[in-house]
Each structure stands twice: as C-alpha cells, then as structure tokens.
C-alpha cells in the first residue's frame, strides 16, 4: 500500500427520492465502510463523506406526485435515509445534503472558477417548453414514443424498456408529463462544460495511468473515451436547484450531475471547515469513490475534468465500482417494490445488522452483477456465522469456564518429549502458520477492494480455530494432562481474540461481544494487529473473563418465509407472465458427437460499442486468454454497452468468422431467453480465468 497522509473516501450521494434498498448498500455503502473502518484500525486519517443528493428533476417530480414542495419531499426522504445509515452502523464521518447552504455557495463558488477561465460555452438552442404550465421541460419532464421499440412511455433521456439512450427530440409524439399537452420548441440559452477538450488528458491520465483499476470501471472508461467526448449541458431551466451564479441566468440552475458531486467537497467543508482542504488539495491525500457502475462515467470521466478545470484539486486514485445486485433472480425494482428496504430489515431483524453486512459483502457484486435470496441468506448464516464462527468462540468460551473457572490458563511451553505432547505442539505450529497466512491474505484483500476475499480470509481464522480444537481434543485430554489443556485453551484465546480484531472492519457488532466476553477492549493488540498483519498476543495468564454468550443465532424458517411473502405480494404481473408464455419445446435431438464439436468458452469483455444502423447489434471486444476476438452479438435491447464492460460471457470460439454490416464476428455469445423474450447473459456463477472452456 502507497504511503499516504490522509484518505478520502467517498460513497455516492445516494438520490433524496426515495428509501434505502439492499442494492444500494452492497453496491457502494458496506464496501466503503468496511474500508474506512480499516484504515482507521490502521491510524490513519480519513474522511468518510457522503450526503443526501437533493436536485434535479426526479425530486420535483417526485414532489408533485406526492404533493408537497420539493424541500418537504427531500426532508422526508433525507432523514429516512440519514436515520437508516445511521441504525445500520455506516460510519460516515459526516452525512450532509446538497440542500445546505455550505453546498450551495460550494457549488457556485466551483462553477464560477470555472467561468473565470472562460472554459464554458453558451449556447441557444431549441427545447421543448410547456405553454399550458409556461415552464421548459427537463429531459424527464417529456415522454413519448421510443423510435427504437415503440414504447409509448419512454422518458426524454431514456427508453426503459429497451435501455436505449435518447434526446427530447426523437421521440415520436413527445408530450408534457406536467400537462399532458404537447410541447413546443422554443429557443433557451445554456452552459455547456467542454469535455471534448479534456478528451487527451483523460485518455493520458485515466487509460494510461490507472490501467489497475478494476475491469469493469476501466473499460467502461475506455469505451467512452474510444467514442469521443462531447460539450455537456451542466444548466437546466428549473425552479428547484441552485442558482446559476450569472446576471443573465434567470430562472436556471445547475445540473444535478454538475452539483452533485461537488457535495463531496462541500460536505468536508461542514464537517471540517478550517480544515477542509487538506482533504481535496494536498497531494498526498488519496482520495477514493465508492460507486455503483451506473455511476462510473460521472466519477471517473465529468468529476475528474471538472477538479481538473477547476485546479488545484486532487483527482481520484482508484474508484471501485461495483456491478448491481439482483432480488431472487430478479433486478430491484423500486416501482413494484420488489426490494428489501434497508430501513424494514433493521425494523423486521433488530440486532441482526451483522448477518446483513456479512451477506452482502459475500455476495458482493465486485466484478459482476449478483443475486441475494432469503434462502441463501439463511444458509450463510446457520451453516458459516452460527456453526463456524460464533461456534468456535462459544466453544473456546465454555471450555476455558469449565477447566480453569474462566481464568485465562498458563500460556507455557508444552514439556516432555512423548509422542501425545509432539503432536499437539506439531498441531500448534501448522495453526499458527494457517492463520498467520489468513491474516495476511486477509489484509492484502482490504487493500485492493476485495472485501469478498477479505471477509472469506476473516471466517478462515475460525475453521483454523475449529480444526485446531477438534485436532487437540481438550476435553479428553482433561482426564489425565490439565497442563497441556491449559496450553491449548491458551491459545484458542489467543484466535478467539484475534478473529475479534479480524471482525471489526466487517462484523463491528460481533467484535465488540467478543471483546465483552474477553473482558478486554483489546487496544494495544488491535495495533500490533494491524501493524504486523499477523497473529498477536490478547490476553495474559490469569486474566478473568466475562460471560460465555452465544455470538449469534440461527435464522428461522418462519424468519425467512416472512419476508419471501412480503416480496411475492408485489409480483402479480411476473406471475402472470409467467403463465402467459410456456417454455419453448426442445429442439431435435443430437448425439454427443455433435456437441463434442462445439468449442465453448468464456471470456471477458474489455470494450463495447453499438453498431451504426443497427438497433439490435453490439461490437464486443472479448479477452479470449488467445489475444482477444471482436464479437457481435445482437443484445443491445437488452443490455447497454456500458453494462457489458468487464462482464464474463459463455462464447462458441469455433463457429466460422461471418462478416456483419462490414464488420467480422468472430464467435457467438451464449444467451438464456426468458418467457418474456428477455435475454440474460450465460456466464459462470464465479470468475474464471479468460479462455477457460466450458466441459
């Protein structure tokens, strides 16, 4: 790890529209906490920012449907979310809004240095304007018909039925979401911010300097660098927003995506306000975005041109993103309500917060989307938390209390040379040198973003612990050698402690029951801990302990059935689709000589792009481990290039190069077809190494 001063991290400012939802934590917030809580372990400085972000268009929509002015609609959501994050133990040094004052002459302040450079350009053009209401109509603000799939209701931004990106102005029978009138088109001036200009320094500093971000951010990034930037609108003609700081922008406000991010800078102003910039202009700060992926071209690309523009800012040096997480085979969806809300699990499971954190992190959509189910929640929970680690720390716990009358006993050398004795000290050895090992992977995981691997590291010390302890067998040892049982439980202590230091980065709450059964609050072992990356003293001989208490319990059915009902309620459409459209009848039957022909692999994608006069074609670039292949692939009503970046797919790799619109597909990208004609990529259920075949 690159020694730094300070670390910034920031999580994304997560929309003032509605609740908290399960994908939004794994996505950003659980993977920045657990990495804030570890560098803290470690010493260092850090700023952990976020905040409710509280503009734009979905907010004033969402203000009219309810009712109410969009500052009583961002309250209501802003305290919603600030009370849920703060029940579940994210530990934001400060969560702010983008409504405070501090953010609004922040963000004035930003965009007017960067007109004193005379970087933006005004431009007049035609938009769409509602007579009926006198006010011009945002890009949500208009619906109409999709030219790509005839969706009667696709937004003036995007279809979201096909995925397809639009303008206001191809939609067919575009009409006002205010009204319901048609629009008109009236001319309107507007700030555009110049990111073609910024287009070479991107390419130099991103694509050439960050080439160990991970794939699915960094080819993101390259797709849209490779096709070209362009001026972005950073003005909108709203009355909800702040302000163009200009005597001639009556009645315009930033855009959302140009304040937004400036609440980062603005936040660690409220928090730190004579010492702020430390934090945003000191080189030797590292400052870090967690994000989820829909959120990568902002972040990596518009923020960090703008800092640049701005001057004097330190840029991002590395921005984990993460993919999406799914809900029982299905994409979250806040208009069916097919979600958990993170503020009902808290109401639903109190005191459980570490079974949700260690859930998600194990799931945790790091290099592709994943799925959360109640079932598998259980089964990780029952079968790992409760039978391997809160087992292991109960069971030392009882053992050390029964024998020694919870007195930690003698941590002495074993004497004597007869064989029982070798084999517990030999047993003793190979434990020490597993866990030392675990730790070490442990942190080497935390400290390039693999919180999956590092939580898995975490639960290894206690599968050590348990084999270590079945190995020994204390309890028989009892009868007739209470010094060498002595020695064991000495340093099964020593793992309990030391799993307690592995656990608070992940599983706060677990670690703090340990330290109350070891009566310790372990300080002066948590920094050797985390200094040396490796096994350390905890208590010593003698020491009295606190209470035997079960770490965590075990998840009913009747816990589990509870919440797959409340998600059933909300599905009535999905069933009846279901029944709607019968599976497909197999096709004629083939003898293996025929599949033994196909050779199929997977690969991962480095690049994406759609194809020019075509609606259904992409132009994927796959790293195949023989040099890479470009393939076309006709998914692109159901999956933007965008999303494709750093995917894993199944690919037939012998099928003969046939040539497309001009182009040579080299392959075919294996899809599953769901009964509502929705194809879903065939990729493997862990990653693989690019080029594996499929067997």
């Not at 975490?458 to 612990?465: A, F, P, Q, V």
Request: charged fraction near 25%; charge should be negative; hydrophobic fraction near 35%.
């Amino acid at each position: 790890m690159t020694n730094f001063k300070r670390y910034t991290l920031t999580a994304a400012l997560p929309y003032a529209n509605g609740p908290l939802h399960i994908g939004h934590i794994a996505g950003a917030y659980l993977p920045a906490d657990t990495y804030a809580r570890y560098l803290r372990l470690r010493g260092e400085d850090v700023a952990f920012i976020c905040g409710s972000d509280e503009h734009g268009v979905a907010i004033t929509l969402g203000a009219r449907k309810e009712g109410v002015t969009p500052r009583a609609f961002v309250d209501k959501y802003h305290q919603l979310m600030k009370k849920a994050f703060e029940d579940f133990g994210i530990s934001f040094d400060i969560y702010s809004r983008t409504s405070n004052p501090v953010h609004y002459e922040t963000a004035q302040e930003f965009f007017k240095t960067i007109y004193d450079k005379d970087l933006f350009i005004e431009e007049t053009s035609d938009q769409y304007y509602d007579e009926q209401e006198g006010i011009f109509l945002a890009d949500r603000y208009i619906i109409g018909t999709c030219p790509n799939c005839s969706n009667p209701n696709a937004y003036g931004d995007q279809c979201e039925k096909c995925g397809t990106s639009l303008s206001p102005k191809q939609l067919i029978n575009p009409r006002s979401t205010v009204s319901g009138n048609t629009p008109v088109l009236k001319p309107t001036k507007h700030w555009y911010f110049p990111l073609d200009k910024f287009e070479g320094w991107l390419k130099e500093w991103l694509i050439e300097g960050h080439k160990d971000w991970k794939t699915n951010v960094y080819g993101q990034c390259k797709s849209w660098l490779d096709q070209g930037l362009q001026p972005r609108s950073i003005t909108r003609d709203l009355d909800w927003g702040i302000p163009v700081p200009l005597p001639d922008a009556n009645g315009k406000v930033l855009y959302v995506w140009f304040d937004a991010p400036i609440g980062y800078i603005s936040a660690t102003k409220e928090w730190k306000p004579n010492d702020w910039q430390k934090y945003w202009k000191d080189p030797e700060t590292r400052l870090i975005h967690f994000i989820g992926k829909d959120n990568i071209v902002f972040h990596c690309i518009i923020f960090p041109a703008m800092l640049k523009a701005a001057g004097e800012y330190i840029l991002p040096d590395n921005v984990p993103a993460n993919e999406f997480l799914n809900l029982e085979g299905e994409k979250l969806s806040t208009s069916r309500n097919h979600a958990v809300w993170l503020h009902e699990y808290l109401q639903d499971l109190p005191g459980r917060r570490d079974e949700l954190r260690y859930v998600l992190t194990s799931i945790s959509p790091e290099t592709k989307d994943a799925d959360f189910t109640w079932k598998d929640y259980q089964q990780k929970v029952n079968s790992e938390m409760v039978s391997i680690l809160g087992n292991f720390v109960n069971r030392v716990m009882v053992l050390t209390w029964k024998y020694f009358d919870g007195k930690v006993p003698s941590e002495h050398e074993l004497p004597g040379t007869d064989d029982r004795r070798k084999r517990v000290l030999s047993l003793y050895t190979q434990a020490h040198t597993d866990l030392d090992k675990a730790v070490k992977d442990m942190a080497d995981a935390l400290k390039n973003f693999r919180f999956r691997e590092a939580q898995f590291q975490m639960l290894n010390l206690s599968r050590i612990g348990n084999k270590f302890l079945a190995d020994t067998e204390p309890w028989k040892l009892a009868k007739e050698d209470m010094e060498a049982v002595g020695c064991i439980l000495n340093y099964a202590l020593t793992i309990v402690g030391n799993i307690a230091l592995a656990m608070e980065p992940f599983l706060p709450d677990g670690a703090a029951s340990i330290c109350k059964q070891l009566s310790s609050d372990l300080k002066q072992s948590r920094k050797n801990f985390w200094e040396k990356e490796a096994m350390v003293h905890i208590v010593p001989q003698g020491h009295s302990l606190g209470k035997a208490e079960l770490l965590y319990r075990n998840v009913e059915d009747t816990e589990i059935e509870k919440q797959t009902e409340r998600l059933k309620k909300h599905q009535p459409v999905v069933q009846a689709a279901a029944i709607d459209n019968p599976v497909k009848p197999l096709k004629p039957e083939i003898v293996f000589d025929d599949f033994a022909k196909l050779d199929i692999r997977i690969g991962t994608v480095t690049a994406a792009e759609k194809m020019e006069k075509s609606n259904k074609l992409l132009k994927l670039r796959v790293n195949d481990g023989l040099g890479g292949r470009t393939i076309l692939s006709g998914i692109a009503l159901h999956y933007t290039p965008e999303e494709m970046i750093g995917k894993q797919v199944t690919f037939i790799a012998n099928l003969a190069p046939r040539k497309m619109m001009g182009t040579e597909s080299q392959g075919m990208i294996l899809m599953a077809e769901d009964k509502d004609g929705k194809l879903k990529l065939v990729s493997p259920i862990d990653e693989v190494s690019s080029g594996s075949q499929v067997s």
